[in-house]
């Protein structure tokens, strides 16, 4: 009975200094007291989660969007003209080029006009179909 007891107590000591050593190091650990401020924007940060507020600085709209593409698509090869529509993150763009070209230089000019707009636009799904006129 008596060794009984002594075991029980040594289990309870190496508990307890289990338990303290435990509690010290968790209470000496460095808490992290810095605090970041808000941008400088006048609408306490907001323009830092919504990227879609017109003050944000990727902010653009559909106006400036399909005037980027314009200008991409003028700088194919062989493009006579161009219809573009967007809808929602698809930009859909028809592409004219002369029906003088073959069905190759056709593939070609269809393949470097996805390529550059997927560059200039990686924000939209870009589908590109070409029509002879």
């Known amino acids: 009975m008596a060794l009984r007891q002594l075991v029980r107590g040594r289990i309870v000591a190496s508990m307890l200094i289990a338990f303290m050593i435990m509690v010290s190091s968790t209470a000496c650990q460095k ?8 941008s400088q924007d006048g609408l306490l940060g907001i323009t830092d989660v919504n990227p879609n507020m017109p003050t944000s600085p990727t902010h653009h709209t559909y106006l400036a969007d399909t005037r980027l593409i314009k200008e991409t698509i003028n700088q194919v090869p062989h493009v ?3 219809t573009i529509s967007v809808n929602g ?5 028809k592409v004219d080029v002369p029906t003088s070209l073959s069905d190759q230089e056709v593939a070609a000019v269809e393949k470097e006009a996805r390529e550059k707009l997927a560059h200039a636009m990686p924000r939209y799904t870009v589908k590109v179909s070409v029509s002879r006129k």
Not at 31 to 38: A, D, G, L, P, R
Request: proline share 0%; hydrophobic share 25%.
């Open 80 to 82: 006579t003209g161009s």
């Open 89 to 93: 993150d698809v930009a859909n763009v």
């Open 31 to 38: 808490q992290n007291t810095q605090v970041k401020s808000y």
